[in-house]
């Protein structure tokens, strides 16, 4: 129970901050300002992350991007020291992918966490994904990865707008609270505050993300989804409606055809009758 309301209390203090950004512990007169965190979402927009970047997964083995499926995934920034936001995001994350139904993790979607703490070892990586609780089947489609080559954090860090630094005065690292969806390709897709998100974003945003990689079983949630348009004021998807506006317009202009095509009919049936 203690446990419990302790992750509580934490998710709420993260969501109270109110700006995509958090560190992993409370401090005292901070003066840090939340905008330094901000992401331009639309200046990052198809840029490509981890090109020719090898990492390092649960067991120590070599990854590049390119030995994943041909799958969009869910990038997560993350360290594995973390002792309060990586946590409740992994947490939040896995709740959400509950609740999306037409995608599954392992066969629609990855999940990809990167670690950007150089000092991060193999071992906490391990302690970290366990602490999470996933499912034990390979299927699952969750890695926990971390840079082979330090000197390439900063720089593909950098390539996505992800901004963090390390306070050795409250000894932790100040990160936004984002995640990426990328495409099959590893291109940026999306950003999503997934503390302040729903399933039903998460799900757009996949989707968006596969592209024109439909199974025939997925093509109705990709056309329902045409009707959504992402906010990047609120930060996640909106009723468009230029959508249906068109689509209004589109449905009246039939029925006026058919309409006038009905009474055309009729009046041309009365002339024959007449004669």
């Not at 203090?13 to 901000?38: H, Q, Y």
């Not at 906010?231 to 409606?241: A, C, D, P, Q, V």
Request: aromatic content about 14%; some cysteine.
């Amino acid at each position: 129970m203690r446990k419990i309301a302790w992750l509580m209390a934490m998710t709420l203090w993260v969501l109270l901050l109110g700006d995509g950004w958090a560190f992993s512990k409370p401090t005292e007169n901070s003066d840090i300002d939340p905008s330094l965190f901000r992401v331009d979402e639309q200046k990052f927009l198809g840029v490509k992350f981890g090109n020719e970047v090898t990492l390092l997964d649960e067991q120590g083995k070599p990854l590049q991007f390119a030995d994943l499926p041909n799958l969009p995934f869910v990038l997560v920034p993350a360290y594995y020291t973390c002792d309060g936001a990586c946590f409740n995001i992994g947490i939040s994350l896995k709740e959400l992918l509950k609740e999306v139904k037409s995608l599954q993790s392992g066969k629609g979607f990855n999940v990809v966490f990167v670690s950007f703490d150089k000092n991060d070892t193999t071992e906490g990586l391990t302690k970290f994904a366990q602490q999470l609780d996933l499912p034990d089947d390979p299927i699952r489609g969750w890695r926990f990865t971390r840079f082979e080559q330090p000197d390439a954090i900063k720089r593909e860090m950098d390539k996505i707008g992800y901004k963090f630094f390390w306070s050795p005065r409250d000894r932790t690292f100040f990160h936004p609270t984002l995640v990426l969806i990328l495409s099959p390709e590893g291109r940026v897709a999306r950003y999503l505050n997934v503390l302040n998100v729903t399933p039903k974003d998460v799900e757009l945003a996949l989707l968006e993300a596969k592209s024109n990689q439909f199974k025939p079983s997925e093509t109705l949630d990709y056309l329902v989804s045409l009707c959504y348009s992402y906010n990047f004021k609120e930060g996640r998807y909106t009723l468009s409606i230029p959508v249906f506006v068109g689509l209004g317009s589109f449905l009246l202009g039939i029925g006026l055809l058919f309409a006038s095509l009905g009474i055309y009919r009729l009046i041309h049936h009365r002339k024959n009758i007449r004669k």
